[in-house]
């Protein structure tokens, strides 16, 4: 299941995350089949996944990382144990380095030739995908130490593992890109043995007319 948390809780979490990355709630149905893939393919729950959004979406927003990267990303370091608000503390400090790389960390990335942003076709500076960044870093060959180098302490952890298991993490990432229906899935499958939670869970979500998020 997606989680046992109350209903109201449930929606007032994915409602408030979806407002650090700008998505209407028309899109209620995208965004709880993308949670819906992540949890069903990691080790973390959806009040998990909203906390460590509560502390990253803001800055993952900034660097215009996609939500289906951000939950990807969070899927991944739940499976190595960093969940909840160490997961997304840890992924905020890591786009902030990103956006503003200290002295040392632009020396090593100039080392390895990986930059964090393109241009794109409008001929504007532009940041790179979370899955392009850590591609450069494994085709570099970077090592634990330059991503503790890069990134700092706080943020050199969740750079490790999500460049040790960039394959896991594409795998999700692209898995919730085309999630369509996964959590009308598991709420079916939740009706066979919670009905009355899905039921309390379904009623309250369609008052806040957000039914295609119902029953998670």
């Not at 007032?12 to 993308?34: E, L, P, Q, Y």
């Not at 992540?38 to 502390?55: D, I, P, Q, Y």
């Given at each position: ?74 899927g ?112 079916a ?15 309250k ?12």
């Amino acid at each position: 299941t997606l989680s046992d948390a109350p209903s109201h809780q449930i929606a007032d979490v994915v409602t408030n995350r979806m407002a650090g990355f700008k998505i209407s709630a028309d899109s209620m149905g995208a965004v709880s089949d993308v949670l819906a893939s992540t949890v069903t393919r990691s080790n973390t729950t959806v009040m998990e996944l909203a906390e460590g959004f509560k502390f990253g979406a803001g800055a993952m927003s900034l660097a215009n990382i996609s939500f289906h990267e951000g939950a990807a990303a969070l899927g991944v370091l739940s499976n190595a144990g960093i969940k909840g608000t160490v997961a997304g503390t840890g992924l905020r400090a890591m786009v902030i380095r990103m956006i503003k790389p200290t002295k040392k960390a632009q020396e090593t990335l100039d080392r390895l030739g990986v930059s964090f942003t393109t241009i794109d076709k409008n001929g504007k500076q532009a940041f790179k995908s979370i899955e392009q960044i850590f591609q450069e870093f494994r085709d570099k060959k970077a090592s634990a130490e330059d991503m503790y180098t890069i990134f700092d302490k706080i943020a050199g952890t969740p750079a490790v593992n999500l460049l040790e298991n960039l394959d896991r993490f594409r795998e999700m990432s692209m898995a919730s890109t085309v999630a369509g229906g996964t959590a009308a899935y598991l709420a079916a499958e939740k009706m066979k043995t919670a009905v009355g939670l899905t039921d309390q869970i379904g009623s309250k979500l369609e008052d806040l007319g957000l039914k295609a998020y119902q029953s998670i």
